[in-house]
């Protein structure tokens, strides 16, 4: 089996890609290092796979280059290359939102068209929602997301629909809920809010910290992207992938100080334009349909973030 990972030295993308590897996948994966964070970070992301071995790195920018030869080789597409952040989707970046989340789909999924038995996977995101009134939220739920960037993972989203109903593409669409773990991205909050905790730094929040989140820790996203790879009967379909529970921040930067072992200097900050109160996923499809339980409690998965983040800082 031959697969390809679209942003394959992101914080999912990299995980994804060892987890194949490990299991004696040919990997192609594909990144165009684009500039949310630094390209030293990402080459780091990529150590593991590149020894596992089998693992082929193509640098492309799926907006704009040919990716016939890419796909034409692989049995299953893992699409996970976005311009992600909420914040950061607004003014002038809107445009490689545009790009990197809209224009790089169609892309792929223009190539694919020769292949419509080839399954994608499609990378979505819980921010589709916006401020969901039901919690937790079923995917039936009417889409109205509150940001650039949620809009533009929900353009994403109907491209996959839109070419599985006009040209039989197989496709499944996930979105993730708030995805933690070891190689979280240095502009999220638990990356943050770690790295704070243990150099005794202020660590700023946004929000008064009551709101919640369904932190879902890094490998049961991995083992719900693959499930959704091999499932039988889902195409077409549409499942939230989220950790089972949901965390006020403030609970979770208290476990963080526990972990530092020292009292944190919290400052909260105003509301950010696009940020949700709540999320929460209603997982009961994807248990039914993809045999997706999350297996990682939310102590452990934090831990296993700061201990991360401790190492790295030595190094």
């Known amino acids: 089996m031959n697969a390809l990972v679209t942003g394959c030295a992101g914080f999912i993308g990299s995980h994804l890609a060892e987890s194949l590897l490990e299991d004696g996948i040919h990997v192609v994966g594909v990144d165009c290092f684009n500039a949310n964070y630094g390209r030293k970070e990402k080459l780091r992301n990529l150590e593991r796979a590149r020894e596992l071995g089998d693992f082929e790195f193509v ?12 796909v034409a080789d692989c049995d299953v597409i893992f699409h996970l290359a976005a311009e992600p952040g909420v914040r950061d989707s607004w003014g002038k970046r809107f445009e490689s939102y545009l790009r990197n989340n809209i224009l790089a789909t169609q892309s792929l999924l223009e190539a694919l068209r020769p292949w419509p038995e080839k399954r994608l996977v499609y990378a979505s995101s819980s921010s589709i929602y916006g401020d969901a009134e039901c919690l937790p939220t079923p995917e039936d739920v009417i889409p109205e997301p509150i940001s650039p960037y949620g809009m533009t993972k929900l353009a994403g989203e109907h491209l996959c629909e839109l070419y599985r109903a006009n040209y039989g593409m197989e496709s499944v669409r996930l979105r993730y809920f708030t995805v933690y773990g070891p190689r979280q991205r240095p502009d999220m909050a638990f990356h943050r809010f770690c790295q704070a905790a243990i150099a005794g730094a202020p660590i700023e929040v946004f929000g008064d910290g009551t709101q ?17 790879s091999a499932a039988d009967d889902v195409s077409g379909e549409v499942f939230n992938v989220g950790g ?13 100080g526990e972990l530092a072992g020292r009292e944190l200097d919290v400052r909260y900050l105003g509301h950010r334009s696009g940020d949700v109160n709540d999320t929460g996923a209603d997982t009961t499809r994807a248990r039914a349909k993809l045999g997706f339980v999350p297996m990682v409690s939310f102590e452990d998965g934090l831990r296993a973030q700061f201990d991360w983040v401790t190492a790295t800082a030595q190094t």
């Open 59 to 70: 640098p492309i920018d799926l907006s704009r280059g040919d990716l016939s030869d890419v």
């Open 212 to 228: 919640t989140r369904d932190f879902t820790f890094v490998s049961d996203i991995v083992a719900a992207t693959r499930a959704a």
């Open 244 to 256: 089972g529970s949901r965390i006020a921040v403030n609970h979770a930067l208290a476990q963080i």
